[in-house]
């Protein structure tokens, strides 16, 4: 008897494909003829190309074509409705106009990509060039407007008798303001956004592409490309690394695409690590004012949290930095949140992990750490006073909550009673440690509209298929779990098949909702799976059950038991003839209403800093996750550590300095944009409490079901490491230096 997969240390199914290099990623697809594409990019941020000197490019060996806008059109179009809330507003290479520093201007087609990466280098422009608008601190600021899920971006919600938020803070008796900053951030993916693009004629596409939501992906791609949406199909089986990178169609794909369909040869297009910084999205820079009203023994009276982010010209949607923490995690009378945006002339910003909650947990996280400086109450205790138990924003009670008992246990497991409050109290030659902790939060969404299809084969094997991304998360690996689980039958004998839009449509790889939002699906395709094996098993010829009833049979593990005989699926589909038998899952139910969703979690940190230099060291760090029932416990502790990283990044090393005079990204290399390695990570503690959450993806099954249901209860958690780990961070410089830093990143000349 197979135990159920679910919940255990369980290896990647593709783990051994991705490091033995076997793997195929979008830019390793070879087509016979293949021609290579390079971009060549703008070196000012806002004006036009008056023109190109090509003529070098042209001359160069291998050439096929140098695309220049506007005189050589490519068959490129707008995107509307869904798809455009998904891509640039702008049509690459159409016109003349150039909307940010790094934009393509021009693509060199040649045999090899050294010769079109050598030629693309020979092609000169000639510009106009406007000053840029590029700081979110001088330019006119315009609101928000709702964010993408529909929820407003500026909410103020006052007790009776209360006039205004600012009355409610001047009438507390503790108050503490901050204003933070932070640059350009990047996601930094390993893999390089690469496409291969093969036609079949002139309206019939195959594309290799990584994309975090495939079917929207393709959609945009079908517009783009003037041609009908069936005919678009993307391959997206191994990705190395999303982050919110490959959420919008950018500029790369559709180009190549459109180069393969003049050339009449497939194009692959690879950007380069530095095009990746101005062509592929960032964590936008922005300014947020937390402002927080408090009782003498810290219960919150009123909390103020303001937000003003980038809003690129060529995005007509961007996110929404004070949201989705600051409406959601403390019990307070007076609520004020405010998101504004900056029209700015500077390379496409959109989501990057956490999009929202990174960036707004760390202002809100460090704001309440000065709280509990400035009355004296102990970080989790101050955290406890104001525990929300419906959410401020709503009202309504949350779905599953366990947030205290994170906070309870990562204490426990950190150690955090043996603190001193006091800064600067352990010193330890010449490093200066200390402690600081805070709180994670992250919406759980949830989102119908997908499908996962299970085919049940002749040699007792199934193959779930459901076109969902894997962005390295192991997203397909809990295909196989919750198969495995829902069928009872071991996950040797599941194939998950992801990663294709001719596929069920799969559910988005985005805001760690995948996991979520496919276990149902899975498990729904088993059960109507199985009820089709009854159905065939008494209807057809040859089957000992012909002509019996279907209530007659019970499924479990993989056999079917009645009247007296039992068979596994694969022996009856066999004596039956059948190459195997095909369901997809019904269309998700109503949600159940009345509850909000989110996940939790509790940092504790321990940071050294040299008193000499500055630098700081992260020694222990903590993580207490609620993030309902766990599928994979290793895959789950992998994103958890990775989402962490993530955000010790976001405190010590990552910005890019935007160039206000001329709107260049000025340090667009992985030399100069830094990310933690390993030496700069401890060994991090993350434990996840497993408290299931049936409100979310439907009800657990009483074990008398004929299929598992043991994965249901899940919530994704590709986030919530990310969000409150940089304020930890933070906080525990403050606990070792006694200096407070509101502007990440916490680099050495902050500190000394
Ligand atoms: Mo994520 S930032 O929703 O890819």
Redesign the pocket.
């Known amino acids: 008897m197979p135990r159920s997969p679910v919940g255990r240390e369980t290896d990647r199914v593709d783990g051994r494909l991705k490091v033995t290099g076997a793997a195929e990623y979008s830019g390793d697809y070879l087509a016979p003829n293949l021609a290579h594409a390079h971009l060549v990019t703008s070196t000012i941020a806002r004006g036009k190309v008056t023109g190109f000197d090509t003529a070098a490019a042209l001359a160069s060996p291998g050439v096929l074509h140098v695309h220049t806008a506007p005189n050589n059109p490519l068959r490129l179009y707008e995107t509307t409705g869904q798809a455009a809330a998904f891509s640039e507003n702008y049509i690459p290479l159409k016109t003349d106009v150039v909307h940010f520093h790094g934009q393509a201007i021009a693509m060199v087609v040649a045999e090899t990509p050294e010769q079109a990466r050598d030629a693309a280098a020979l092609v000169t422009a000639t510009y106009e060039v406007q000053q840029p608008r590029t700081s979110v601190t001088d330019e006119p600021r315009v609101p928000a407007g709702p964010t993408i899920s529909g929820a407003p971006s500026s909410l103020n919600i006052l007790a009776p008798g209360v006039g205004s938020i600012d009355a409610a803070l001047a009438a507390s008796d503790v108050v503490v303001e901050a204003e933070f900053h932070q640059n350009v951030q990047h996601?930094a993916a390993m893999e390089p956004h690469a496409v291969l693009a093969v036609w079949e004629g002139d309206d019939r596409v195959t594309l290799h592409a990584g994309a975090?939501i495939p079917a929207a992906y393709a959609l945009g791609m079908a517009q783009r490309l003037g041609v009908p949406a069936p005919n678009v199909r993307l391959i997206t089986k191994y990705v190395g690394g999303?982050?919110?990178?490959?959420?919008v169609l950018w500029s790369d794909t559709p180009l190549a695409a459109a180069a393969a369909r003049e050339l009449g040869r497939p194009v692959r297009l690879v950007l380069t690590r530095e095009q990746m910084f101005t062509l592929t999205g960032h964590r936008s820079h922005l300014t947020q004012t937390v402002r927080l009203g408090a009782s003498r023994d810290g219960v919150l009276n009123a909390l103020s949290h303001r937000s003003v982010a980038e809003r690129p010209t060529t995005m007509s949607f961007t996110m929404t930095p004070a949201h989705s923490m600051s409406d959601a995690l403390y019990r307070t009378p007076n609520l004020h949140v405010d998101a504004q945006l900056a029209v700015l002339d500077i390379p496409g910003s959109?989501?990057?992990?956490?999009?929202n909650e990174a960036p707004g947990g760390f202002a809100l996280e460090t704001a309440m750490d000065e709280l509990a400086v400035a009355t004296g109450v102990d970080p989790v205790e101050l955290r406890l006073r104001n525990y929300a138990a419906t959410s401020p924003s709503t009202n309504l009670p949350w779905s599953s909550k366990h947030l205290d008992e994170c906070y309870r246990v990562g204490a426990e497991r950190f150690g955090w009673a043996d603190r001193s409050a006091t800064p600067r109290a352990r010193v330890d030659g010449q490093w200066l440690y200390g402690t600081g902790m805070a709180t994670a939060i992250y919406p759980a969404a949830r989102r119908a509209g997908f499908a996962v299809g299970i085919r049940l084969r002749e040699d007792d094997t199934a193959v779930v298929s459901t076109g969902v991304s894997d962005?390295g998360t192991g997203g397909g690996t809990v295909v196989a779990i919750s198969g495995a689980d829902a069928l009872g039958i071991p996950m040797q004998r599941i194939t998950p098949e992801i990663g294709d839009t001719y596929l069920p449509p799969g559910a988005?790889?985005?805001?760690?909702?995948n996991t979520h939002a496919t276990v149902p699906l899975v498990v729904d395709a088993a059960r109507n799976v199985i009820a089709e094996l009854k159905r065939v098993a008494v209807t057809a010829n040859r089957s000992p059950w012909q002509g019996a009833e279907v209530s007659d049979l019970r499924y479990e593990r993989g056999i079917l038991h009645g009247l007296g005989r039992s068979m596994t699926f694969g022996r009856l589909l066999a004596a039956i003839g059948s190459p195997g038998i095909y369901m997809e899952s019904s269309p998700l139910g109503a949600p159940i209403p009345g509850v909000v969703h989110h996940s939790f979690g509790a940092h504790f940190c321990e940071v050294r800093v040299n008193r000499f230099t500055g630098e700081a060291r992260i020694t222990r760090f903590t993580t207490v996750a609620d993030v309902g029932r766990v599928i994979n416990a290793k895959a789950a502790r992998s994103q958890l550590v990775g989402g962490v990283i993530f955000g010790i990044g976001h405190a010590l090393l990552e910005e890019n300095h935007l160039e206000l005079a001329t709107g260049r990204l000025a340090n667009s290399t992985l030399a100069d944009y830094l990310v933690p390695v390993n030496a700069d990570i401890p060994d991090i503690d993350v434990h996840m409490l497993d408290r299931p959450d049936p409100l979310l993806t439907g009800p657990l099954g009483d074990g008398t079901e004929e299929v598992g249901t043991a994965s249901l209860g899940a919530r994704g958690l590709?986030?919530i490491g990310t969000v409150g780990s940089a304020a930890a961070v933070g906080n525990a410089v403050y606990n070792a230096t006694g200096i407070r830093v509101h502007n990440v990143p916490i680099t050495p000349d902050k500190l000394i």
């Open positions: 996601h975090q999303g982050f919110g990178a490959r959420v959109r989501a990057m992990r956490g999009p962005l988005p790889a985005v805001g760690s909702s590709g986030e």
